[in-house]
């Protein structure tokens, strides 16, 4: 279930909805104006009334079709990152329950900790279309304190994690049991990495989101066109919100096929991530509160 998260969560939600569609409505008003009381006649041969209710069901299809696409990439998106806090917390659990948690244990488990953080990081950052100020800030901080002087991919940080269980084996601190253990939770972690890496690098094909497009807008058109000719004079009018629905319910489709992108619609992986510090290093770490500029976005 999505719900928003804030007083006026709603509110701004259907701002950025009103903005992203601002271009594509005033196009489409500016195109039903310039043929507005187009001649009955020839709107009967542009819009014969046995092509629209095809066309109409033969779009309706493409849409929802399409729409339930992306919602599914959306919701796959989420339930990995699900996935990963999880896989989070099932490291930390297998490491205490391996190591205990005297003084000399959490000496070895800080810093496992610490990198397991820094990987989802560093996968909160790498997922997006351009790096994010916070989570480049979190990087920075999360390297500093491991004494490191440059951020690591999340394919460097997983190789890290399985040599300190192969040196916790070595050094006789954990049994050939635990070391399955840990490696257990680390191959999980990679299947979900490699899960969001797909939903991120395997978008719709543009020529199907092209099709797509151009059908809404061309069904929508003769609409408009049959309407304002058949019904006046609220004909037109009628027919603009035909157009402009069905080429909003295209474009909500098209906001969240990238789960990864975009300031509502994608996920709040920096709260995601903030989620999984406070479990890891507890809730008084820097890192463990959200950013105040995702306390208002989609959430679930």
């Known amino acids: 279930m999505l719900r928003q998260v804030g007083r006026f969560g709603d509110l701004k939600v259907a701002l950025y909805v009103g903005r992203s569609l601002w271009d594509d409505l005033g196009v489409a008003l500016l195109l039903c104006l310039c043929t507005i009381n187009i001649n009955k006649t020839i709107s009967a041969h542009v819009a014969p009334e046995i092509l629209l209710p095809m066309l109409g069901i033969a779009v309706s299809i493409f849409t929802s079709f399409r729409n339930s696409q ?5 919701w796959e998106a989420r339930s990995l990152w699900g996935a990963l806090i999880n896989h989070s917390r099932n490291w930390r659990d ?10 000399a244990a959490r000496a070895i488990t800080g810093p496992l900790l610490q990198r397991q953080v820094l990987l ?3 996968l909160n950052n790498e997922l997006r279309d351009r790096p994010q100020p916070y989570a480049v800030l979190a990087l920075d901080q999360l390297s500093r304190s491991l004494g ?13 994690q ?3 269980v192969e ?18 939770v680390l191959d999980e972690l990679c299947n979900a990495i490699g899960g969001c890496e797909k939903v991120r690098n395997q978008p719709f094909p543009a020529s199907y989101d092209a099709f797509i497009r151009v059908s809404v807008w061309v069904f929508g058109f003769l609409v408009y066109i ?37 300031p509502v619609f994608a996920l709040p992986m920096n709260r995601l991530c903030a989620t999984i510090t ?18 208002a976005t989609l959430w679930t």
């Not at 297998?94 to 003084?103: A, F, K, M, R, V």
């Not at 070595?170 to 049994?175: C, T, W, Y």
């Not at 049959?226 to 295209?250: C, K, N, Q």
């Not at 290093?281 to 500029?293: C, F, K, R, T």
Request: glycine fraction near 10%; hydrophobic fraction near 45%.
């Open 94 to 103: 297998n490491l205490y329950s391996l190591l205990g948690d005297t003084e």
């Open 167 to 184: 040196a916790l084996c070595r050094e006789g601190r954990i049994s050939e049991f635990g070391r399955m253990q840990l490696l257990r």
């Open 120 to 122: 989802m990081w560093s």
């Open 70 to 74: 992306a919602y599914s990439r959306w």
């Open 148 to 160: 490191s002087g440059e951020v690591a991919t999340t394919q460097a940080l997983l190789v890290e």
């Open 162 to 164: 399985s040599l300190a």
């Open 226 to 262: 049959r309407m304002d000719a058949s019904h006046e004079p609220w004909g037109a009018l009628v027919g603009y919100l035909v157009m402009a629905a069905f080429i909003t319910a295209e474009r909500l489709g098209a906001y969240i096929e990238a789960p990864f992108f975009g």
């Open 278 to 295: 406070k479990g890891l290093l507890g809730a008084s770490h820097p890192l463990a509160v959200p950013p105040e500029d995702e306390r």
